[in-house]
């Protein structure tokens, strides 16, 4: 059975995002009474840290905890102890409320790179890491993944995400193909890859053995064509709802769901619409989110 989460970054909870943002208690509640079963745990801190209470906030409104983005900065080595130490104290927490079966997401520090930044959905060859970089993240993610493995006894997956080091398919392919299959999977995002310029369905067939986890995220065409018209940084594409909910997407989730369905995947299923804090009416789209996925068989 596949089971569907949402996560704090629908309630506009997104790494180096600034902005008013609503109480733990209430994303929890609203994820619950909007027909999830499980949650990610959004930023360090924003959930509390001390197990027990974590615990019984889950556990009291029937919620599972699915995992956690961490920031890191993989192309620098003189964070790498930093990153580790994140990555693991997360996943401690994650496996005390948790058992074996949350994943700790790396992502490389959003947003801040302004190139990457700049040009999201219009990545191009001389926007890539050179091949010095390419093994030095590498073996980065190698290495807190083994830490997070031994520390806590999770799994570790790689987010391909605009405003980031790892954008494009091509970028993702590369990064699986350097880095052992036994440590590192990946979560595969709908919205995100087809931002980044891939077809969501060919990408969840080609890198289906690598994924551990998954993100349903909606995508406009129209905006991000006008995204890529207009140079919008990654931020402003956004604001512009770039990401939108799953019904009015360009990307067809029916087949999607079917192939998740035939090949046997018992992990979870996330929903994610990005919102910037403030924007929207993030209960509502969350229920319209989840009543498309159960029109899909989900």
Not at 23 to 34: A, G, M, P, W
Request: charged share 25%.
């Amino acid at each position: 059975m596949i089971k569907v989460a949402n996560a704090p970054c629908s309630w506009g909870v997104i790494e180096n995002i600034e902005g008013e943002r609503i109480t733990y208690k209430k994303v929890l509640n609203e994820i619950q009474e909007t027909g999830y079963t499980g949650t990610e745990l959004g930023d360090w801190g924003f959930m509390p840290t001390d197990p027990a209470q974590l615990s019984e906030e889950l556990t009291s409104r029937g919620l599972e905890m699915v995992g956690s983005w961490v920031t890191v900065h993989m192309q620098k080595p003189e964070k790498l102890d930093e990153d580790i130490a994140l990555a693991v104290k997360t996943a401690k927490l994650m496996a005390a409320v948790g058992g074996d079966t949350p994943i700790v997401v790396l992502g490389n520090d959003p947003f801040v790179d302004p190139v990457r930044t700049g040009n999201a959905g219009r990545i191009q060859g001389e926007h890539e890491m050179d091949a010095a970089t390419w093994k030095i993240f590498c073996a980065a993610a190698e290495k807190i993944a083994r830490a997070v493995k031994e520390g806590a006894g999770l799994r570790t997956v790689l987010h391909h995400h605009v405003g980031t080091w790892i954008e494009t398919p091509a970028e993702t392919r590369r990064f699986l193909e350097n880095t052992d299959p036994s440590l590192v999977g990946l979560v595969f995002d709908t919205g995100h890859y087809a931002f980044g310029g891939g077809d969501p369905a060919e990408g969840l067939k080609e890198f289906w053995d690598r994924i551990w986890l998954l993100h349903f995220k909606g995508y406009s065409e129209e905006i991000a064509a006008q995204s890529r018209l207009e140079r919008w940084d990654a931020v402003k594409s956004y604001e512009n709802g770039v990401f939108s909910e799953l019904a009015t997407a360009a990307i067809d989730f029916k087949p999607l769901a079917d192939l998740v369905k035939a090949n046997g995947f018992t992990g979870w299923l996330v929903v994610e619409q990005d919102v910037l804090p403030g924007m929207g009416r993030p209960k509502e789209s969350a229920r319209r989110n989840r009543e498309y996925l159960r029109s899909i068989g989900l």
